[in-house]
């Protein structure tokens, strides 16, 4: 059984004698929760891919607390990734950059470049800070799966890891994972969508590529279907949304915006109109929806495409990509 302990002195200090001894934590961010390991311990990398049983091909995020230690882990730190990190830092966009010599292959599979985040959120911060170093640290969720923005989500995806630490704290934010941002070409490339938006990102450092969902094959590792429940889902425009349902059997779970309309005994999960509030609730809302077990989970598709929604619609869009 994993421990979810207070991310007090005490919990903080548990956390680094558990990562300076080959160990893996987990612990919250502002986006998601992570799966954490010493960057340069290859024993405790290797550790997180097995626990979450991640593609190997799929490099992982290192976290610091600040811009000296990025600096440590790339072979050039440019003009963009400092002007990005004195804009958004803390905050959740991941630089993907050149990764220094030093950095063991493992950290990123295999590929020579690295993706660089300083997270915001207090916790976060003061761990990577009592442990020194940088943290490598997926979403702490089954690979493919939906990750996880409270503590409980974690327990429950690796109830059967043997005392895993789990850092509480409280719900995250924001609620989907950071935008992850390639600086390796001539032209800056979002690689996931995420909270710091295209235009945010090109009021920085001017253009700025976003490939759309059905051709974004760049981020290594991640296939199309990710973030997903285990049961089938579809995503449905609102005005198809009462003929669809009329085609399926009683059994579904409806995440919509009019809880009203679904009537039992279908299960209706209210969706906020707002996209904070739509980030911040879409992970627990689709863990929800599985664990009610029912035949499908039909999500109400949102209008809006712009800012957060784009990292919403992507997600949605990767959620139900199988049926
Ligand atoms: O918000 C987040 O980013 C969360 C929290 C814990 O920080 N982390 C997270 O990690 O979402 P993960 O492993 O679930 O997703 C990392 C993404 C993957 O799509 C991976 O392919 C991409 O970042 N990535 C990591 N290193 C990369 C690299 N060197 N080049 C390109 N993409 C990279
Ligand atoms: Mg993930």
Redesign the pocket.
Known sequence: MPRIVQADRQGIEKAVAILRADGVVAFP?E????LGADTFNVQSVEQVYLLKGRPDD????A?VSDVSTAKSLVETWDEWAQLLAQRFWPG?L?M?LPKAAIVPAQA?AG?E???L?C?DHPVALELLRAFGGALS???ANRSGRI?STTASHVAADFARVEDLLILDGGSCDVGV??T?L?LTSSMATI??PGRVGLAELQDVIGEVKSPQIESQAS????SLAHYAPSTTTYLVESNRLASKLESMTDSVVVLCFDATSIHPPRIAIPMPRDAEAYAQTLYDALREADAKGGEAIVIEQPSETSGLWSAIQDRLKRASCDS
């Open positions: 961010t986006t998601v929760y992570g799929n490099p992982l995020i976290h959740p991941t993907v990123t590929l470049t690295i993706a985040r997270p640290a997926p979403s990750s994972e950071s992850v390639d690689l996931r981020s290594p590792g991640t």
